[in-house]
Each structure stands twice: as C-alpha cells, then as structure tokens.
C-alpha cells in the first residue's frame, strides 16, 4: 500500500518580503519533506511521467530511492537523462508533463516530481556529488553554438560519448536563457545555473565566450579550419517582437529581452554592478507567457506598480500556473482581454501612458485558442512610465545567412528533421532554433536527440 | 581574457589600444564594431574597431575619456587584460562586396568628427587598397583632440582637418568644410559620416541638397550587441531597424535623427560628460 497522505506543501518565501529583494522564490523540500512526498508515488509498471519526460528520466526509480534515502543513487539515475537537473526541477512546466500525466493526480494531486528533483539536484550539490563517467577520447570534434539548454544537454551526452566538444558563446556568460532570461529569484545563477555548468565542463567540455557564430567565426570556418567533424546549432531564439503600434520607440518602452538582459545577464538590480535599468514608478508588461511573468516580478522588485496586459482571458496566459500563482502572490495586476494600440509620449519623448483597447474572445484560431476580437470604441488609456513589450522571439538569422546550405522556415527557424539533421550535411540543430520560443525542458529533448543524430553519423562516416 | 598589448595616447584624453584577439582579428572588416567589458561587474561597452591585424591577432580600439566606463578603458596599462572583447559585430560597409574594379574608378568623401576619425580609418585604409580615390574631412575640438592625421594623410588624396577655435587646420565645422567643397563642384560617388550624432544629422541635412549618397554609422545604446535586446533600435524610412545587426551603417536621408538622439538619453544618469561638449550643429539650429 502506498502512503495516502495529501500532496507535501513546499515552503515559500513569504510574497511580502521577497517582493523586496532577488533571493529565490521556492525554498524547496528538505530531506524529510522529500522522503514523504516519495512515499506517494505509486511507482506505476508503465509509467506514464516517463512517457511524458521530454528527456525521459527514470522518474518512479529515481523517485523509489529518494523514498529510501538513496539521494546519491536518485542523483545518479537523474544524470543519466539530464545534466540540468536543478534548473529543470525549477523552471520545466511540470502540469503539463510528468506531473500532468501523473495516474495520482486523475482523483487527487499529483507526485510533486518538480521538487523532487530540484531537491535531489540540491542535495547533490551541497554534497558535491558528480558524475563524470564518459567515454575514451574517440578522436572527433563537435562544435556546439550556443550554451544555452540545448547546446549544455547536447554538449553532455556527446562528451559521455567520447567526442571532444567546444561550445561557443556569443555573450560573456554561459547559459543562454538560464543566464540573461530566468531572473534570480526563480534561478540562481551561482548557485545553480554555475554549478550544473561546471558540471559540465567536468566532463571536459570547453565553452569559449565572446564567439558569435556568424562574425567572429563561421560554421564554414569550424568545419574547414578548425577541424571540427560536425556542428550541433542550439542559438535559441532571442531576437524579441514589437507590436509595431505608434509609440514604440518612446523612451521608456523596452523589450523584455533587455531587461531582463540588464537585471539578470548584467545585474542591474546589484549595486555593486554598473549596469543602469528603468522602471520609473508605474511599469506596464505587455503579453502573458513566462518571460511576461519574470518581467513583472522583476520590476516589481525594482520597486515599480505593475500591471501585466494581456489580449485574451486568464485561462489562456501561456505562463506556467505556478508563475501566474506567484505573481498574483506578489502583487502584479492582470489586465485581461485588454490589448495596446497605441503608447503615448510627454513632450520630451518619454513614456507617459499606453491606450488599450478592450478584446472579446471569438472562435478557436489554428492554435486551438479562441482568438481575441476588439470590441470596437473601447478605447481606454492606462498611465505608466515603462512599458516592456514581451511578445515572443524568433531565432537570430545570422548563422543560417553566414552559412550557405542552412535553410530557414518563414518564421526564421532552421529546417531540421526530428533527429535534429538541418539541411547541411554534418549540421544538426535543436531548441528554440528549430521549434521558435518554447522551454527549457523541449530544447534539452532536442539537443539530446541531435547528439544521438550526431554520434550516428559521425559513426557511419567511418 | 584579452590582453592589450599596445598602448599609447594620441592627445591627453584619447588613448589607443592593441588588444589580442586572435579570432576577431581574423575576421573583423571596415564599418563593424565591438564590445568591451573591463571587469567582472561592468557593461557591456561597444566601441569602434579602429585597426586589425590578421597576422598579428590584433584589434586596435581608440577610447577617449568622457565618462566613467571610457576612462576605465583609458587607465588601462599594456599588459593589462579585457575580462571580456566580443566581435566583431554589425555589417560590414557595403563597399566590401565591390570588386576592386569598380572601386578603383569611385571617389570619397569622409566626414570624421571627433573619435569617430578612429572606425574611418579602417574603412579609408581598405578603399585606399582598393585603388579608390578619398578625401577626408577630420574635425575636432581643437589641435590637441585631432588624431590620426599622419596615418590618414598617408592613405588619402586630400585630408581637410577644422578645429573649432581654429587652433589648428581651419576654423570651423566639418559641415562647413564640406559645403565649401561641394559648392566649388567636388564630385563624390559616396560620402560616409562618422562622429556625434548630432554632426552626423547636420552633415546630412548640408549634402542633401547637393544629392550626394551619404551613409552614417549610428552609435546608439547597446546591451548584447547582436540583436537581442533592441535597445538600439531606430527608425530607417517607415522601418524600424535594430543599429546593432541591420546597421550600424545606413543611408542617411533615412534616419530619423532626432528619435535617434533622444534614444541614447534613455540611461543618463548623474554620469557627466567630459569638459568637451560637441558644439556642432548647434550654430546651425539657432
């Protein structure tokens, strides 16, 4: 018989004091919280959690020995799967993975298998477990662009594969979104995102930064000079939408890529670092996915009124639901079926406000989401200094035009068959590259898939 | 890290700098940037690429002292080391896809204020391989804040160098010396503008009505540098372009110049500028 008790509660930061300061949000579990919740799962013969994993970790296993006390034997069955353990127990969209195909949660809640893992990731690292295991050099070389999830997941299988593996990095820190996209309170970015990257280079992988792929060198170049066997592209997707509205280049109206990129990447929210930011007393977020989130809650942080804007209804914000929770926790406004058309300016050509427009939800659109119609005449205006436009990305178009033979999609990503092949012999891609915006946890499926595609070919090339 | 491994003062507040970087040395061309960070807890800073040398895997930048980060840079020693040199970034000038044929039968004009002689150079040095012809109009404060005449001089067919209390060279601005020559029936296939922003506007509005094909580099705010944070966004026709990847070069009679200035208030801080305040433009708007 398995333990019946309620789902265990993780302890937060109480929502009025962490909105004064970065520190992270979720304490997560302790030893004797996780060995409880464990005792929950019914370690299913087919799991369906597994089936639901974009990396397929052995979930009731690793979850058996948590139950036990086991945590160095659960780490070892995690590393197996995913070399971003702590970030993914933190920022993967569980409900709608493991924990969403849960069998407990059809009648009650699910296993908490999120914090699960953020602990045995945690514990890990207070206890300076690693896992170096890889093979012998083969005497092949990969690059891999970018360091983001994708490239680290890909770049970790290949190195445990016995490839010589150099990953290069267009800014000056590691991590791709995990460093200039999730802020400080969600990710810690010494603690965690430091560690599961020095985790990796243990397993002798190199990350070069200051290398943008496509001007400072070529895939050609890495290909033809440098030697290297083949090339795994995970660049993200990291070029932001406006809304292309009258207004948008008033001071004050940023993107949510540059803040973030100045509170997270350049910690902006430090004094002891020089990057200015700008959030005045009234900050105005527009869209409602998980980026639209951290915007808020960062801006919030730094001590502005904020109001989030979104087109449609709370049911369809593409955050995840413990984001939304938090935000709401913290204070944030949600102004829903509300769209901007306009931003409006001061006589010096700052911010001032933002006219809206209210929505109503007509019928479903392609997504399966009914899409939002203006109700005409509603025309209302919203007062704010900053408005922070967060709309999606597409991917960066300067690799596939410095690299002849890589053909893109009309949303600029780049064409690649399931197992991450592109359309250039030797060059495989993977992440938001290839899929445009999505998680974390998607671009790690991606990358581990391509670094299989890739061990593959380099193996018949022989 | 990267290691300056030259150093020395052009006037008492610009200062140039031989840094290694092997890989951006490689493959840097005229009309592209960089960006620098000098410690660990500091911004991204773009600067111009002033010089390269692919054998020795060398970037050469020229910094001048007008606010806290820049004399950061100028303080630093040969032997001392960038915690970070990113690039090169942005398009090359245009010009780099023309064959030689054609360049050598094409004239220009440069129009340098300030630092901004240091990113004209690499491009009159490339045209000047080419064959091309070139004039260049180099304007500064006064005598001491000229630099690089004698590398310039070397390369190009005519060097018109205004101070602006005429300490030496003639006295007055570059729009002026521009006017000058166009008036007396100078003829240019291409005229390119580097410098303040608001030069650049009111060299623009001189050689319009002389038609003459004029391309500025835009020095707006950067984060990233390769097209992340659209901090540098500016308005090029009906179109909104991001300086940092579609630029920075563009054509001139296209930039909403005054949108572009106001953008690059967006931080002022309490950072003061230097005693130099550029008067350009100003003597016209009255």
Request: charge should be neutral.
């Amino acid at each position: 018989m398995r333990n019946k008790i309620p789902r265990v509660p993780v302890r937060d930061q109480d929502p009025q004091e962490r909105v004064k300061n970065f520190e992270e949000v979720c304490f997560g579990y302790n030893l004797q919280e996780a060995m409880l919740e464990a005792s929950r799962c019914l370690g299913c013969k087919n799991p369906a959690c597994v089936a639901a994993c974009p990396v397929n970790i052995q979930i009731p296993n690793f979850i058996y020995q948590v139950e036990l006390g086991n945590i160095e034997e659960a780490a070892s069955i995690i590393s197996k799967d995913s070399s971003l353990p702590a970030v993914c127990g933190r920022v993967c969209p569980q409900e709608s993975q493991c924990e969403g195909a849960c069998i407990l949660g059809i009648k009650k809640e699910p296993v908490s298998i999120g914090k699960l893992e953020r602990f045995v990731a945690d514990w890990s690292r207070e206890n300076n477990v690693k896992f170096t295991n890889r093979e012998p050099l083969n005497g092949k070389k990969v690059a891999v662009i970018g360091s983001g999830p994708a490239g680290i997941a890909c770049a970790t299988d290949l190195a445990k594969l016995g490839y010589l593996v150099t990953i290069f990095e267009a800014l000056h820190e590691p991590g791709g979104v995990l460093q200039y996209g999730i802020p400080e309170f969600r990710l810690p970015k010494e603690k965690v995102v430091k560690t599961e990257i020095d985790n990796v280079k243990a397993l002798g992988v190199t990350i070069e930064t200051n290398v943008i792929v496509g001007r400072t060198v070529t895939i050609d170049s890495l290909m033809d000079n440098e030697g290297f066997h083949a090339v795994f592209v995970g660049s993200g997707a990291g070029l932001p939408r406006f809304m292309g509205i009258p207004g948008e280049n008033l001071n004050g109206v940023v993107s949510a890529n540059e803040f973030l990129t100045r509170s997270n990447l350049m910690r902006a929210y430090d004094s002891e670092y020089e990057t200015p930011i700008y959030v005045g007393k009234r900050v105005a977020v527009v869209g409602g996915g998980n980026v639209a989130m951290d915007a808020a809650r960062t801006a919030q942080r730094l001590g502005a009124k904020v109001t989030i804007v979104y087109r449609r209804t709370e049911k369809e914000l593409p955050a995840r639901v413990e984001e939304v929770h938090h935000a709401k926790e913290e204070g944030i406004i949600f102004k829903l079926l509300t769209n901007p058309v306009a931003v409006l300016g001061d006589d010096k050509g700052w911010v001032r406000g933002i006219t809206c427009i209210e929505m109503e939800l007509g019928e479903p659109d392609s997504s399966g989401r009914r899409s939002p119609i203006p109700i005409k005449g509603s025309e209302f205006d919203i007062e704010t200094d900053v408005v922070i436009m967060s709309l999606g990305t597409s991917p960066n178009p300067l690799i596939a035009n410095t690299t002849p033979g890589l053909e893109t999609n009309k949303w600029s990503c780049l064409v690649a068959d399931s197992n991450g092949a592109t359309t250039r012999e030797g060059v495989f891609a993977g992440g938001d590259v290839v899929s445009g915006a999505a998680t974390v946890i998607l671009a790690m499926g991606a990358g581990r898939k391509a670094a299989a595609a890739i061990d593959t070919y380099l193996k018949n090339k022989e | 890290m990267y290691k300056i491994v030259g150093k020395k003062f052009l006037t008492p507040s610009i200062a140039l700098m031989d840094v290694e970087a092997p890989r951006m040395a490689k493959s840097a061309k005229p009309g592209q940037f960089l960006i620098v960070r000098v410690h660990s807890k500091g911004e991204r800073i773009p600067l111009t690429i002033c010089d390269y040398d692919r054998d020795k895997g060398t970037v050469t930048i020229v910094t001048q002292v007008v606010g806290a980060s820049s004399r950061m840079i100028c303080h630093m020693e040969e032997g001392d080391k960038f915690t970070d040199f990113a690039g090169p970034l942005g398009q090359p000038s245009e010009f780099i896809h023309a064959s030689r044929e054609e360049l050598s039968s094409k004239r220009f004009i440069f129009i340098a204020g300030g630092l901004g002689t240091a990113p004209v150079y690499p491009q009159v040095k490339y045209l000047h391989s080419m064959g091309a012809k070139i004039d260049v109009i180099i304007g500064a404060k006064n005598k001491d804040m000229v630099i690089l005449e004698k590398e310039m001089g070397a390369l190009c067919d005519n060097l018109y160098i205004c101070t602006d209390d005429g300490s030496y060279g003639r006295k007055g601005l570059v729009t002026e010396m521009l006017k000058e020559l166009l008036e007396k029936g100078e003829k240019y296939d291409q005229a390119v503008a580097i410098g303040p922003m608001i030069m650049m506007k009111f060299v623009t509005l001189t050689a319009k009505p002389y038609n003459l094909p004029l391309l500025v580099s835009l020095n707006t705010l950067m984060v990233d540098g390769t097209g992340m944070c659209g901090a540098c966004r500016v308005t090029i026709g009906d179109e909104v372009k991001f300086a940092c990847v579609d630029g920075p070069e563009f054509d001139a009679y296209k930039v909403d110049f005054d949108e572009a200035m106001r953008r690059q208030g967006m931080y002022k801080t309490v950072e003061k500028e230097a005693d130099h305040k550029c008067k350009i433009g100003l003597r016209d708007e009255k």
